[in-house]
């Protein structure tokens, strides 16, 4: 699906080194990490980028060991998260931000704006995301088992009324 969409070097990191795999396509580093999964993937993301590379984390997938809490990983995963300073970052030539919308609930006009500039550019065409299943309010239990267990491709969405066919 990826290769499909114009991705030219696909990784999956279910079962792939991508660490590996990224230094083979580009050995000097990479400009930009995103990452969503957090933990010990953080700091392998940071150690990829190159000099003025930016590392961007929005998530903690990691925290999720399966369809129950696991407070010992969770703990864990916590406890060994990675972490930076500024007298670290200054000689690396490094950035590194994040971003939580959970903690945005009092900046409601940036967030409106951002959203108003996203569904502008999803009605031109330039955003298409690809929808894995589309689950009714009364199965989200099977719909979040699914995201757990990491069988979808693409966005789960949730909508009010009868099954459709997935």
Known sequence: MLKENGITYPIDY??????????????????IVMDPLGGPDTAKGYNLLKPMGKL???????LVSGPKRNLMTIARIWWNQFSVTALQLLPANRAVCGY???????????VSGV???LVALYNQGHIK???????????????MRQMQEKKNVGKIIL?????KEN
């Open 14 to 31: 279910h079962t792939t080194d991508y660490v590996e795999e990224v230094k083979k396509i580009s050995p000097k580093g990479v400009n």
């Open 56 to 62: 961007i984390t929005y998530g903690m997938a990691n």
């Open 100 to 110: 939580h919308l959970g903690y945005l609930d009092s900046e409601m006009e940036l």
């Open 115 to 117: 959203v108003t500039r």
């Open 129 to 143: 995301p690809h929808i894995d299943s589309v689950w009714p309010f009364e199965k989200v239990a099977d719909a």
């Open 159 to 163: 909508v009010p009324g009868p099954e």
